[in-house]
């Protein structure tokens, strides 16, 4: 089955960045949508950023021009590089594998501080 571990959260200030990755195992295909969504307490699960078949690429508004998806389809991994952080990025950070259904990982919490 697949299995999805993020990596690279932390505690940053207001305008620092972060790496985040996400290692995938199991039956993974690079044509099908790689995401990364985020929570904050008291708020839906959004989504952040996502990355179809052939790179094409879409992000939130709110990340729009900061925040950048990529995609290693030979080490089955995701990550997404947050720069200009902001407190409101403050969430944990969830990626996700769609195929017949999404597969999460667990999250990786990111804390920005002003």
């Known amino acids: 089955q697949v299995q999805l571990v993020e990596s690279g959260g932390g505690l940053v200030q207001a305008g620092g960045s972060l790496r985040l990755s996400c290692a995938a195992s199991g039956s993974i295909f690079s044509i099908n949508p790689m995401a990364w969504y985020r929570q904050a307490p008291g708020k839906q699960r959004e989504l952040v950023a996502r990355i179809l078949n052939g790179g094409v690429t879409n992000y939130a508004d709110s990340v729009k021009g900061r925040f950048t998806i990529s995609r290693d389809g030979a080490k089955n991994t995701v990550y997404l590089q947050m720069n200009s952080l902001k407190p409101e990025d403050t969430a944990v950070y969830y990626c996700?594998?769609?195929?017949?259904?999404?597969?999460w990982g667990q999250g990786t919490q990111v804390t920005v501080s002003s």
């Open positions: 996700a594998f769609q195929a017949s259904r999404t597969f």
